[in-house]
């Protein structure tokens, strides 16, 4: 994971120091590197024991090390420069802008999706009698796509668009069906409140949302993070829900693959 990526996933649970440290660093990433801990305390106006501190929340234990890894960030980050899609490209340009582009926030996804947690992910709805799941906006792609993944394969998935509806099949349920929440941003109040009437009836809750301490990471059992898409250059051909698409798509399917190995496995 990133050195960006990884403050960013801690933001929320940073004090004030270490939140204007966190900022000067995402807003100056190329002076950093040069910089020793006194004049990078200086100028983020904290103080040289914050700054060796806060490298050793983020995993380093010395300010060179944290200097050597995001130097390599910047090299990537300059390697892998999301590119601007123009009125006068090509056919071929475009194309290959819009294929690179994505494959670097699929990529972006790939640190952060760890083993532990899609085991989890997949033991809780293999056990579980029937799931629910919601979505709204571009997520009711990503809704849809798991009902229709896992019925498929004899799994009673219910999905319904209208929250009040589905709030009641939930209460005609019981603590042996899972509830699974979708929310890019981790802020839509209809699916935090879905996660809340599941977590009052006893089921267990699954959260897909962009990496950070967001609401619905924080209020459900097991959290599932994708890249966070803002932290890519906007202004793109709609790109933030595409990108945002894309990404839960690509994760359902390495899921449902899990999901399907395990089911496989049980059966022999």
Known sequence: MSVVTTIESI????????????DYIVENLDEIPTMTSNVLAVHSNTSPAAVIRFSKKLGFSKFSDFKLALTKDIENRIYNEYSDIQNDDSFQTAKNKILRNNKMIIDATDPILDEQTVQQVVDKMFHAKRIYVYGVGTSVLAAEDIRQKWTRIGKTVIFDKDRYLLTQQMKNDGADSLFWGISHSGKNRDVLSLVEIAKSLGMPTLGMSQLGQNQL????????????????????????ATHSIILQIVTIDLLFYFYMRCLSVKEK
Not at 11 to 22: G, I, Q, R, Y
Not at 226 to 231: I, L
């Open 11 to 22: 933001k929320n649970e940073l004090s004030t120091t270490d939140l204007k440290l966190a």
């Open 217 to 240: 990471t924080k209020k459900v059992d097991t959290p599932i993070h994708t890249a966070r898409t803002e932290d890519i250059k906007n202004g793109h051909y709609g790109s933030g």
